[in-house]
């Protein structure tokens, strides 16, 4: 038994809202600072555990560019009594947090490659940090492509910084919606139908897929109908989780634990449980 | 040196041993009879342990039955185990209050009482190593648990006797305690004497030996506790072929077993709550009538129920058969991958403590008997 | 300029076809125009073409009354629009409509019907071009139908 005093993972530390930006009707971004200290690193991928007053606690991954900086960035949905509170959160409002945790996305493992960023819905939000990374080391990576998938127009989430790395003409960027109007002038259909369609070296690509679990279940298919090595395929995964460092048991996935040995899995490693019905 | 060397007290050298745990400011604990069960609760007499009792046990059966002698350790296990300690089914993490200063949290003191386990059985330090490996060994520290386990004394009794539901052999965790113990016991009833031999296992066990009237052992009284020992082996009825089990369920994943099973299970958990082993958890927040005062408690959980595996829009282990292989497949063989053990110590809690008695060795048993590989069979690939 | 026949060879749904099967395909084919909002066909319509899309892009919409039309599909560069020249009684089931300036080529159904009756490897081959096409569609609306992106 360790007999030097050690931190207690259970605690969470302090932090403050610094800003709250309504992203979708049922969606925000918060960018928080702790009250005390520095806010330790994090790699793209990671999450942090968000803790509501009296409420309870949530495992939200990071957003915001993994560089230097002193906050924290989080999209939040609300589906739950947590992710409500933390939702209705004002600037100033003070919140707990615990983290970083969890395996990231190999950004630099994946330098020299070609790169395909394969997102659906909310799962844009942790390829945010990888994507940003990406971006920031442009010279790095061969051919860079971000597909996203959103349910229609009005649920595109980071509509705006989209639109800006569309100016960039060192990534290509395709959009798709489940339904659309007659109004929409873009794409119809779901996110794994433009992956034949992407302009990127299946034999030499890294590809991060982040989304619902079904729509992940797609796009590895047609990631490797492409005739992308399933391991050069990174998927998040996601499942219920309590203490984020592998002491509850709640996120078992097969043999893993999604908190400590996830969420950012390589495929081919869990290729033998990911269809299993239930696992 | 006296470490290793064998010993022998007598029942007041027992009760010696009780007093000097006592002095040292240990709160003992032990096996004793209540409301038609035996479990573990505090103790500082003798006279409170089970003298005179043992317990028939099969699938779904507990009871109580007297001995025809006066022996003080002669049953097995019951539905406690020394997890309800180390790790307790409801505790406080922390607690929190809003001022304004802002929220301000607080870890809760760990307690100053030290502990001390009489009778625990070799499975059960089994459990105990296996727990120690899932709260002190990842990268992250269970504070709480690890805090409680480094003051702990443990005397272990070794067992003369097999429960109706034991297996320890085939899990090779007894039934003798070979390791992990501050001091072993065998209960010894030789030449009209009721005696207990005694094993050292630690320089803190040697200490308190210390303060217990003893003297050596003789070559007979040993070789009456390697007897008493053999018999426990030789009664065991129950097996469990760990060749290969991990490969084995892991790759049956759609086993019609797995629905057979689910068929009789009831999904109640009992399994989960006596399993000296498994460890999982769910947290409560609360706060109170203020609004400015919270705690965060943390409560044993179960994978039995819908709500351990619920992710936003519903429970990933909707059917009683995701649950059992759950439970079955984590226990015996993904433990192996996230913990280098099995997680099961054969100690039979779960087969006689399910309302239904479904018996952990006869599933695996049964999928042995026919293994259907993931691979030949439909699945619900993209 | 690229004469329709070379065009149509580039075009990746003939890279399964011998050169003999292309000749065939591309003696029912001819080139098309469609301006933004023009429709390459509406529902109901008789499938008497369909169209392997150059460039541009094509919406796939159903109308309800009462409702505006829902698109649920867009095609692009390279893909196919319209499978139900192939099956009895031959009618289209949606409108087609070019988004953007899309250039086509459209092939004659009649036509090559009328080939792949006639030269069974022909029509074999055209099967085994297209069932792929409905089979990945299929299982995208799959994925559509569930509704992955909604909140439960």
């Known amino acids: 038994m360790s007999a030097a005093p050690q931190l207690d993972p259970f605690l969470p530390d302090i932090y403050s809202v610094r800003d709250v930006r309504r992203e979708l009707p049922d969606t925000v971004t918060l960018e928080v600072a702790p009250k005390a200290g520095a806010r330790p690193d994090f790699e793209p991928g990671q999450f942090n555990m968000l803790y509501a007053f009296g409420i309870g606690e949530i495992a939200i991954s990071l957003s915001g560019s993994a560089g230097s900086g002193e906050t924290f960035i989080h999209t939040v949905r609300e589906v739950g009594a947590v992710s409500a509170a933390i939702s209705k959160l004002e600037v100033g409002a003070e919140l707990g947090l615990r983290g970083p945790y969890g395996a990231g996305w190999p950004v630099n493992e994946a330098e020299g490659s070609d790169v395909v960023f394969v997102a659906g819905g909310l799962g844009l939000a942790p390829l945010r940090p990888a994507i940003l990374h990406v971006l920031a080391n442009r010279n790095r990576y061969g051919r860079v492509v971000l597909l996203f998938g959103s349910r229609n127009p009005t649920e595109l989430l980071y509509r705006d910084e989209l639109a800006d790395w569309r100016q960039r003409l060192d990534v290509d960027i395709d959009v798709t919606v489940d339904h659309a109007d007659a109004e929409w002038r873009g794409n119809v259909g779901v996110v794994p139908a433009l992956i034949p369609r992407a302009a990127f070296d299946p034999t030499d690509t890294i590809a991060f897929v982040c989304g619902p679990e079904v729509m992940m279940r797609f796009s590895v298919a047609a990631l490797r109908d492409a005739g992308v090595p399933l391991d050069h395929v990174y998927v998040s995964m996601e499942r219920n989780m309590k203490c984020a460092i592998g002491l509850c048991g709640h996120c078992q996935f097969g043999p893993t634990f999604v908190c400590k040995d996830g969420p950012v899995m390589r495929f081919d490693a869990i290729a033998d449980i990911f269809s299993i019905r239930e696992i | 040196m006296t470490e290793t060397a064998k010993s022998v007290i007598s029942l007041d050298g027992l009760q010696a041993l009780i007093d000097a745990l006592a002095a040292k400011n240990y709160q003992v604990l032990g096996p004793t009879v209540h409301d038609g069960a035996i479990i573990y609760d505090a103790i500082t007499k003798t006279a409170d342990l089970p003298a005179g009792w043992t317990d028939r046990q099969d699938g779904g059966r507990y009871r109580l039955e007297r001995r025809d002698d006066d022996a003080l350790f002669g049953f097995?296990?019951?539905?406690?185990?020394?997890?309800?300690?180390?790790?307790?089914?409801?505790?406080?993490?922390?607690?929190?209050?809003?001022?304004?200063?802002?929220?301000?949290?607080?870890?809760?003191?760990?307690?100053?009482?030290?502990?001390?386990?009489?009778?625990?059985?070799?499975?059960?330090?089994?459990?105990?190593?296996?727990?120690?490996?899932?709260?002190?060994?990842?990268?992250?520290?269970?504070?709480?648990?690890?805090?409680?386990?480094?003051?702990?004394?443990?005397?272990?009794?070794?067992?003369?006797?097999?429960?109706?539901?034991?297996?320890?052999?085939?899990?090779?965790?007894?039934?003798?305690?070979?390791?992990?113990?501050?001091?072993?016991?065998?209960?010894?009833?030789?030449?009209?004497?009721?005696?207990?031999?005694?094993?050292?296992?630690?320089?803190?066990?040697?200490?308190?030996?210390?303060?217990?009237?003893?003297?050596?052992?003789?070559?007979?009284?040993?070789?009456?506790?390697?007897?008493?020992?053999?018999?426990?082996?030789?009664?065991?009825?129950?097996?469990?072929?760990?060749?290969?089990?991990?490969?084995?369920?892991?790759?049956?994943?759609?086993?019609?077993?797995?629905?057979?099973?689910?068929?009789?299970?009831?999904?109640?958990?009992?399994?989960?709550?006596?399993?000296?082993?498994?460890?999982?958890?769910?947290?409560?927040?609360?706060?109170?009538?203020?609004?400015?005062?919270?705690?965060?408690?943390?409560?044993?959980?179960?994978?039995?129920?819908?709500?351990?595996?619920?992710?936003?829009?519903?429970?990933?282990?909707?059917?009683?058969?995701?649950?059992?292989?759950?439970?079955?497949?984590?226990?015996?063989?993904?433990?192996?991958?996230?913990?280098?053990?099995?997680?099961?110590?054969?100690?039979?809690?779960?087969?006689?403590?399910?309302?239904?008695?479904?018996?952990?060795?006869?599933?695996?048993?049964?999928?042995?008997?026919?293994?259907?590989?993931?691979?030949?069979?439909?699945?619900?690939?993209? | 300029m690229k004469g329709l026949e070379d065009i149509l060879r580039e075009h990746p749904f003939l890279s399964g076809f011998s050169p003999e099967q292309s000749d065939l395909i591309v003696g029912c084919a001819r080139n098309h125009r469609f301006n933004a909002g023009q429709y390459l066909f509406h529902e109901g319509d008789p499938a008497d073409e369909f169209f392997l899309i150059r460039r541009g892009k094509v919406a796939l919409e159903i109308v309800a009354p009462g409702k505006p039309p829902i698109v649920f599909a867009t095609l692009g560069e390279g893909e196919i629009v319209g499978a139900s020249w192939l099956v009895a009684p031959h009618r289209t089931m949606f409108d087609a409509r070019a988004v953007e300036l899309t250039r086509a080529i459209g092939i004659d159904a009649a036509c090559l019907r009328g080939k792949c009756d006639e030269d069974h490897s022909l029509g074999y081959e055209m099967m085994k071009a297209f069932l792929p096409i409905l089979v990945q569609r299929l299982n995208a609306t799959r994925l559509q139908i569930l509704d992955v992106y909604g909140r439960a």
């Open chain 2, 76 to 382: 097995v296990v019951g539905p406690h185990s020394w997890k309800q300690f180390l790790h307790p089914a409801k505790e406080t993490l922390w607690k929190a209050s809003r001022g304004p200063d802002g929220i301000v949290v607080t870890a809760e003191e760990p307690s100053p009482q030290k502990l001390a386990f009489l009778g625990v059985r070799s499975c059960e330090l089994a459990a105990i190593a296996v727990q120690d490996k899932v709260f002190c060994e990842g990268p992250y520290l269970d504070v709480p648990y690890a805090e409680r386990r480094k003051d702990a004394f443990i005397v272990a009794v070794n067992c003369g006797e097999a429960g109706g539901t034991c297996f320890c052999v085939s899990m090779q965790t007894g039934p003798k305690a070979e390791a992990g113990f501050d001091v072993a016991l065998t209960e010894l009833h030789h030449n009209g004497a009721h005696e207990f031999l005694v094993e050292v296992g630690s320089e803190s066990g040697a200490a308190l030996m210390q303060d217990v009237p003893h003297r050596p052992a003789s070559n007979e009284q040993v070789s009456a506790a390697e007897a008493a020992v053999a018999n426990a082996t030789n009664q065991m009825g129950r097996t469990l072929d760990t060749n290969g089990l991990k490969e084995l369920l892991q790759g049956n994943s759609n086993h019609p077993q797995w629905d057979a099973v689910a068929e009789r299970c009831l999904s109640c958990g009992n399994c989960t709550m006596v399993c000296p082993t498994c460890f999982c958890t769910t947290v409560d927040d609360h706060s109170d009538l203020s609004g400015d005062n919270a705690e965060r408690v943390r409560k044993w959980d179960s994978c039995f129920t819908l709500d351990f595996s619920y992710i936003h829009g519903g429970s990933v282990r909707t059917a009683t058969r995701s649950r059992y292989r759950q439970w079955m497949t984590h226990k015996l063989a993904s433990w192996y991958d996230q913990f280098g053990t099995s997680g099961c110590v054969g100690c039979g809690r779960c087969i006689t403590w399910c309302p239904v008695g479904i018996d952990i060795t006869e599933e695996a048993a049964a999928i042995r008997a026919a293994p259907m590989s993931d691979k030949e069979k439909p699945n619900e690939r993209p």
